[in-house]
Each structure stands twice: as structure tokens, then as C-alpha cells.
């Protein structure tokens, strides 16, 4: 499995701005994704986008504020986050899969170990 690390996450204040980095240490899954998990709460699909850049998958609570990005020259992604709100709060985790479906979460398999973003 691929290494991702990831990074960035902060305390913010109820509307601000925030990106979160994921370094892999190659680039091969065809699908990479962001995940968060609020205390007491399943964790939920955020966000995926294909290895060609293709895409990119919302969940609804983040359309218009969330963006999802790749650099493929340092083999990172990125979740840049926009008008944070409270209950955006959780730990952020980076995962990879290379089934054809991005937005299927249940396929993701490899995984990161978290970042935190609390917006308070």
C-alpha cells in the first residue's frame, strides 16, 4: 500500500479557510479521497478525485466550499476548505483505492493517518 501522511490541520474560527495536505509516496491509486470523523460519529466520505485529475466528488454539506486538488508533481493532495463551520470539526483522514468509482467510499482501503480541524 501507498504511505499518505497528512498535514494542516488547524484551529480555525467559524468562517474561515483551511488546506489540508496529503503526500503519497507514489501516486498510483486511481482514487484518492478525504475523509472526516467527528467525535461520536461514523466517519464520512468528503471528497475524491481520479489519478487523471478527473471528477472531482462532493458530498453535499461541502459543495461551493470545498475543493479538492492533486499535485502530481509532488504526489499530494490537497482539501482546500472555505467558510468553515462547527460542525465541519473532525479528524481529516487521506485514503486511496483503485477500484473505477471515486465517490464509492466503502472501497477505499489504504489510509492515512488523520489530521485534526476544530472550528470554534
Known amino acids: 500500500d501507498v504511505q499518505l501522511v497528512e498535514s494542516g490541520g488547524d484551529l480555525v474560527r467559524p468562517g474561515g479557510s483551511l488546506r489540508v495536505s496529503c503526500a503519497a509516496g507514489?501516486?498510483?491509486?486511481?482514487?484518492m479521497g478525504w475523509f472526516r470523523q467527528a467525535p461520536g460519529k461514523e466517519r464520512e466520505g468528503v471528497a475524491c478525485?481520479?489519478?487523471?485529475?478527473?471528477?472531482?466528488y462532493y458530498q453535499d454539506s461541502v459543495k461551493g466550499r470545498f475543493t479538492i486538488s492533486r499535485d502530481s508533481a509532488k504526489n499530494t493532495v490537497y482539501l482546500q476548505m472555505y467558510g468553515l463551520k462547527p460542525e465541519d470539526t473532525g479528524m481529516y483522514f487521506c485514503?486511496?483505492?483503485?477500484?473505477?468509482?471515486?465517490?464509492?467510499?466503502?472501497?477505499?482501503?489504504?489510509w492515512g493517518q488523520g489530521t485534526q480541524v476544530t472550528v470554534s
Open positions: 485514503a486511496s483505492h483503485s477500484g473505477t468509482l471515486c465517490s464509492s467510499w466503502t472501497r477505499y482501503s489504504n
Open positions: 478525485l481520479y489519478r487523471s485529475g478527473g471528477g472531482p
Open positions: 507514489t501516486y498510483s491509486s486511481n482514487c
